[in-house]
């Protein structure tokens, strides 16, 4: 399976927009959808692999199994959620070398304090040392075997010491070779806006939320702004929890006799869009081609 790199979807798609894949279905449906790349994040892939919040509780093992799953779905470049590395230096090299034995295209890499960490972006309690999370990313950047590796350094500092705070250290990581920069947590336009004026040049991304006070904004406006790199982080997750949730409460009271159900309207077209994504035809087609022969035939 080859893929290209993440560069060369930036380059592809100005900006270019990533859904987060949960899974290797959600993974498999992006493609098929027309995207160029898709983004794996923590608080998606954990809450639906191990029904678990993102608050650290998680390790690189239980990472690494989530993403293999999900990058053999498709040849689609992605970025992975590296969270701090796991660990200090040495276990940062090895996420990096791990997560590019596993096709991650690129690796963000965050100062938050792990002992503190909020699945929310704008709810970071605390950051680790500049000096730490430099070291951090000089480890990262060395532990590379492919130069196409890409490094994006989130910072969560605006959440525990303010948007000033966040944009020196944006541009501290910068000054260190990394490929490209997320600031976490920004709450208005104006912020948005301030941050693509200060790292005007930079490789930045930014992430759009539903259900949170956050302002929604369109991929081309925050292009607009400087924006390489738009993620979705809950929109799939969010809409596909809410689906179930209906569905399992109107079985619930299917099965207590208090509302009849009928099948979905549109349950065919769903499940041509899922043999589509699931290539059932392709395993159909090589399970007629070999097929044993019967009993008593040559």
Do not use: C
Request: charged share 25%; hydrophobic share 45%; aromatic share 6%.
């Amino acid at each position: 399976m080859q893929r290209v790199s993440i560069r060369s979807a930036l380059d592809a798609e100005r900006p270019l927009v990533t859904p987060l894949a949960s899974d290797a279905l959600a993974a498999r449906l992006i493609e098929r959808a027309g995207f160029r790349a898709f983004a794996i994040g923590g608080s998606a892939m954990l809450a639906v692999r191990y029904a678990l919040p993102d608050v650290g509780l998680a390790g690189l093992g239980e990472m690494a199994d989530g993403i293999r799953d999900i990058a053999a779905a498709t040849p689609l470049p992605f970025f992975a959620d590296g969270d701090d590395g796991y660990g200090d230096a040495k276990s940062v090299a090895r996420t990096v070398e791990s997560y590019e034995r596993l096709g991650v295209g690129a690796i963000l890499l965050e100062d938050q304090q792990r002992e503190r960490k909020q699945p929310r972006a704008d709810g970071a309690k605390g950051v680790v040392s500049e000096a730490e999370m430099t070291q951090k990313l000089r480890a990262a950047m060395s532990a590379r075997s492919n130069p196409e590796t890409f490094i994006v350094a989130r910072t969560d500092a605006y959440g525990a010491l303010g948007l000033d705070a966040a944009i020196r250290r944006a541009e501290r990581f910068l000054s260190l070779g990394v490929d490209g920069i997320f600031v976490a947590g920004l709450r208005t336009e104006a912020e948005y806006a301030a941050v693509g004026r200060a790292l005007n040049g930079a490789i930045l991304s930014a992430a759009v939320f539903e259900g949170v006070d956050t302002p929604w904004l369109a991929p081309q406006a925050l292009a607009a702004m400087g924006y390489r790199h738009v993620s979705f982080p809950t929109s799939l997750l969010f809409r596909a929890v809410g689906a179930m949730q209906q569905t399992l409460a109107l079985l619930r009271r299917h099965a207590e006799g208090r509302e009849a159900m009928a099948p979905g309207p549109e349950a065919a077209q769903q499940r041509r869009v899922l043999d589509d994504a699931l290539d059932v035809e392709r395993w159909r087609r090589i399970e007629t081609e070999y097929a044993a022969p019967k009993d008593g035939a040559s």
